[in-house]
């Protein structure tokens, strides 16, 4: 039986075929240590998670990278304001960053690099880059992709630029819109409001852009060419366009065979996020008495790739299923049905196994297993 997987490149379900017969190599774009996580950005989590446990149970060895972002101009500007060292903010949050993900039962990444810790990485690659003629240091001493010399330039995000994209934008911020495409920093010349964050390079005192971080640490662990990249919708563009372009750009060879995102988690309509003070933390949650397995199961009952609803009203149902799920398993220890079973998968498990390889369709796996959990309870009572 195949794995399907949508890949956002290709814009369509494929058949997942790894570089090297038996392993994936994933990245994974992890959290921006300026505060805590919030749940929109654990659905994000747990899906990959999910698909990373469902590699291994088809037999795949499964090397694993999640990035730490801590530093980037949102770590910076909470350093700024509360007039602390960097490391002291960003360290706080990869603490609780990893609590969160231990309570969540997630499986941990193999790898979990700092941006931090691979400058000189980043600072080789962006010398590649201008060697190869697709970067050019500004008047203001930082540097830039000069994005009209990558031929693909918008293919993964499905925009086409203009003459006048290609020739006359560029800009310092991290994150902007796919209506104005424009030259991006890799290198951002050091800035009085960046404090004492800075490293010396070839072009000045300065610091990495975000999108140059990724693609640094990604290729250091797992080569110029790896299997899997997830992250959310919003990390398309411009996150993983730049991220493209700059790889294949400094490296001459394909990056990613398969790019996998999740979409947005909402609350009364609109978009999770921080800007819009919409969400909830694990901690707002706990509080609430929300355990982490009602907390999977709202965010996995919906599939990756389509919006969902996060409610605090839905957690009595969220607790009634998991109880039903728990009471079930207790049923059977008791009964002794590991032996009755014995080696026999029972049908419903090629049907819960053909839904999770057709790209990960856990509302119908969900259903297959609480229907042949209702029929197995009824035929052993």
Partial sequence: MEFFIYNTMAKKKEI??????????????GPTVYDFSHIGNFRTFIFEDLLKRWLLHLGYDVKHV??????????IKKSMRLKLDLEKITEKYISEFMSDISWLDLHPADYFPKATDHIPDMISMIDKLIKNKMAYVGEDKSVYFDISSFKD????????????????????????????????ALWKARKMNDGNVFWDSPWGQGRPGWHIECSAMSTKILGKHFDIHCGGVDNIFPHHENELAQSVGSNGKNFVNYWVHS???????EKMSKSKMNFF???????????SQSIRYQLLSGH???????????????????????DFYLFLKKMGANEMFGNELPE???EFKECLNNDLDTPGAIAIFLG???KTKKNLA
Wanted: with cysteine; glycine share 4%; hydrophobic share 30%.
């Fill in 16 to 29: 997942f075929k790894p570089i090297e017969n038996g392993k994936v190599s994933l990245y994974t774009c």
């Fill in 66 to 75: 999640m990035n730490i972002t801590d530093v980037d101009d949102k770590t």
């Fill in 153 to 184: 330039y918008g293919k993964l995000a499905n925009i086409k630029l203009t003459n006048d994209q290609k020739t006359n934008l560029k800009g310092l911020q991290d994150e902007y819109n796919s209506n104005s495409p424009q030259d991006f």
């Fill in 263 to 269: 979409e947005h988690l909402m609350v009364d309509g």
């Fill in 281 to 291: 933390t694990l901690k707002d949650l706990k509080e609430k008495g929300f355990t």
């Fill in 304 to 326: 990756y790739r389509t919006k969902i609803s996060f409610s605090l009203n839905k957690k009595h149902e969220s607790d009634k299923i998991i109880n039903r799920i728990t």
């Fill in 348 to 350: 419903a498990y090629e």
């Fill in 372 to 374: 042949w959990m209702k």
